[in-house]
């Protein structure tokens, strides 16, 4: 089951992300790291807002799922014995 949301906040990282790495890699970053330090901002605030949702949303929440019991090995057995 997939969350709109969750696709809608993932799709604004990586557009985000890939923002912020243009920025850095501009000619204008050796002159001014202004802009790159704000888009980094920008990457980390969509970046902190998917992790929220992803803490909350009902198709992410991951149910630990516990292992079946198996018997001990028999030397294990006499040892706990």
């Known amino acids: 089951m997939g969350c709109l949301v969750c696709a809608s906040l993932e799709q604004a990282y990586?557009?985000?992300?890939?923002?912020?790495?243009?920025?850095?890699?501009?000619?204008?970053?050796?002159?001014?790291?202004?802009?790159?330090?704000?888009?980094?901002?920008?990457?980390?605030?969509?970046?902190?807002?998917?992790?929220e949702h992803q803490s909350v949303c009902v198709s992410t929440v991951r149910i630990p799922v516990l292992m079946p019991q198996r018997k001990a090995p028999a030397s294990l057995r006499t040892l706990a014995a």
Request: net charge positive.
């Open 14 to 51: 990586i557009a985000r992300r890939s923002e912020y790495i243009e920025a850095r890699s501009s000619v204008c970053y050796r002159v001014s790291t202004r802009h790159a330090a704000q888009m980094n901002v920008e990457m980390e605030r969509a970046r902190y807002e998917l992790e």
